[in-house]
């Protein structure tokens, strides 16, 4: 088995052509993305968690939108004060951060 | 929170340029993995489970790989035939493959 990560997050940067449906994408997802995996590697944290781009999650009308795993939960984040949220208390502690779970 | 799946699977789109290194995308993934996200579909599973393409997850060297979460069982599926192995036990039964998972 490859290195076991204590969590996983994707990131959804689907970029949906056309302006009738928005995508994560092109609501700066990738830039939070990208920035995100960076501090994550700056607070050393390489071997314990990982960050990945994903493909369409479904939540085109609610994203940014991304998941950590194994917990199964769901976030929209919008700028890198909600991403920077979710690596203090999620990624380092394993807290959800409830403020911005996407509930139904 | 949106769908709660009781497995998400995540296949290696990732296609890396130039021939130095090998990529999942270059090594047939996305025909793979399109394949089956339908044969998914087609079994009546997709509020079940979600298929989903995703970035780069380290295992150029040995993909086309793929990891199902919740279970965090990270597999090397070279065909279709390996891919319905993996819905027919993981997906649809939660048993593991063994004869696919990826070791170190």
Avoid at 4 to 13: N, P, S, Y
Avoid at 57 to 63: A, D, H, K, L, P
């Amino acid at each position: 088995m490859p290195k076991t990560f204590r969590c996983h997050l994707f990131w959804c940067g689907h970029e949906r052509e056309g302006d009738e449906k928005p995508s994560c994408g092109k609501r700066g997802s990738p830039d939070i993305g990208k920035q995100l995996k960076q501090e994550m590697r700056d607070r050393g944290l390489r071997n314990e968690v990982a960050v990945t781009k994903s493909g369409c999650i479904g939540q085109c009308t609610v994203g940014p939108a991304m998941i950590v795993y194994p917990e199964g939960v769901w976030y929209k984040v919008e700028n890198m004060e909600d991403a920077r949220e979710i690596l203090d208390c999620h990624l380092e502690k394993g807290e959800v951060v409830e403020r911005l779970v996407i509930r139904d």
